[in-house]
């Protein structure tokens, strides 16, 4: 299957897709790229959001296809939830379990409201806090585009809704880590708030680039 880009349409982009006709290459989806060939040995894959809130929502459609494959997969989370007031138990330190009876914040509590989903298959809606990265997600596979708001906890910033929100970006972490010019110092940090300052001491002694928009 292949798209183009066709223009924009109040707001919205238009994407014009097309399937492949008989003996031409499909191409490459989900299920057929490398990230998948490089996990097809793994026996348990951990699907982690590392950027807070709602980020390992996004990884539901991997936890679902690796789950058809047969591998046991684990989802965790950078957790904003105020852990403080949630009643579960501790396997290892900076690790909390969370199930679907595992009692926590009312207004805000992802990995709650994710377990209870899986226990009920979305009976239940997070109430006053809808996740903006999974709505703007949603807004690009819909095809809008540009500045558009689902939620009204976006008002009064500018979003930049695009077909890029709806990909898989993945990375070989060890590549990453070799470019990590500060990887030396943080090997000896123990908390989140030690590589805060180990990297906000290194962007401050060098310079950085400038914010640029996207040319779009």
């Not at 490089?38 to 990884?59: C, N, T």
């Not at 989370?77 to 909390?96: A, D, E, I, K």
């Not at 500018?158 to 500060?182: E, G, H, K, Q």
Request: proline letters at 6%; a positive charge.
């Amino acid at each position: 299957m292949a798209a183009r880009y066709s223009g924009r349409r109040q707001g919205r982009a238009v994407w014009v897709v097309s399937s492949p006709v008989a003996g031409e290459d499909s191409g490459m989806d989900l299920f057929t790229s490398p990230l998948m060939e490089r996990l097809a040995p793994a026996r348990h894959v951990l699907i982690a959001g590392g950027g807070g809130g709602f980020d390992v929502f996004s990884g539901l459609p991997l936890y679902f296809r690796l789950h058809e494959l047969g591998k046991t997969v684990t989802l965790a989370n950078l957790s904003f939830t105020q852990l403080s007031q949630v009643q579960g138990t501790w396997p290892v330190p900076g690790v909390l379990q969370v199930e679907a009876s595992t009692e926590g914040p009312e207004h805000y509590f992802p990995e709650g409201w994710l377990s209870r989903w899986f226990a009920r298959r979305g009976e239940q809606r997070m109430p006053r806090a809808p996740s903006i990265v999974s709505l703007s997600v949603v807004s690009a596979l819909e095809g809008d585009y540009g500045d558009i708001h689902r939620t009204e906890r976006t008002r009064g910033s500018t979003l930049w809704i695009n077909p890029l929100m709806s990909m898989y970006w993945a990375f070989d972490l060890m590549a990453v880590a070799r470019r990590c010019l500060y990887l030396e110092a943080l090997k000896d940090t123990t908390t989140q708030a030690q590589m805060h300052l180990i990297i906000e001491a290194f962007r401050a002694a060098r310079p950085v680039r400038p914010w640029k928009d996207i040319p779009v």
